[in-house]
């Protein structure tokens, strides 16, 4: 079911992600689940701008405040 290659990229920094973003475990699954699928659709790893970028959507989804919007960034840098 899963495939043998790796999914992440080397730059992620769970520590650093865990430190800047107050979530619930399942809030930290949706953002991880997001964060694949951004990754599948472009054909690339789950590195760390797109986790962090996932990790803030998820976030705006809950109604937190943010700087910035993480969906015009999504639709500004990924090119989906």
């Known amino acids: 079911m899963l495939g043998s290659e790796p999914i992440c990229a080397d730059d992620l920094d769970l520590d650093e992600i865990a430190k800047t973003f107050d979530m619930s ?6 953002a991880v689940m997001r964060a694949a699928y951004i990754a599948a659709a472009r054909d690339a790893l789950i590195d760390h701008d797109t986790l962090v970028l996932a990790a803030r959507i998820e976030l705006k989804q809950q109604g937190k405040l943010l700087m910035g919007d993480p969906l015009r960034d999504l639709a500004d840098n990924y090119d989906l």
């Not at 475990?25 to 949706?30: A, C, E, F, V």
């Open 25 to 30: 475990g399942g809030h930290i699954k949706n």
